[in-house]
């Protein structure tokens, strides 16, 4: 199971982080991926980071304000959220992909997907 938080309410230029908490199975063999959805589009990749977090993407919309983090210890997925926009709301989900080979954001390759938290970027 995947749990995302940190979702909420905030005005353009703010930040927020999200926090990804896997159970009942170890994320160290996962690579990991948010992604976010708004209603009548499809299900967007953000970013994802390997399995021991030495490789990231990130989508041309958000790269250099937002990043992707993870410890494994905690069995935990970051994703800090800098100067945001209101182009950014959606709803974020976090999905564990069991790929090794470094990081995608295929949607249909995840195989666990979390529940989603709601992020408003509004004045």
């Known amino acids: 199971q995947l749990v995302e938080s940190g979702g909420g309410l905030v005005q353009p230029g703010g930040s927020l982080r999200l926090s990804c908490v896997a159970s009942?199975?170890?994320?160290?063999?996962?690579?990991m991926a948010w992604f976010r959805q708004v209603p009548g589009k499809e299900r967007e990749g953000v970013s994802c980071i390997n399995h021991r977090g030495g490789i990231t993407i990130y989508a041309d919309s958000v790269r250099g304000r937002f990043t992707i983090s993870r410890d494994n210890a905690e069995n935990i997925v970051y994703l800090q959220m800098n100067s945001l926009e209101p182009e950014d709301t959606g709803v974020y989900y976090c999905?564990?992909?069991?790929?090794?080979?470094?990081?995608?954001?295929?949607?249909?390759?995840?195989?666990?997907w979390g529940q989603g938290t709601q992020v408003t970027v509004s004045s």
């Open positions: 009942g199975f170890s994320l160290e063999d996962y690579a």
């Open positions: 999905a564990a992909d069991r790929f090794l080979g470094g990081c995608r954001t295929a949607a249909g390759a995840m195989g666990y």
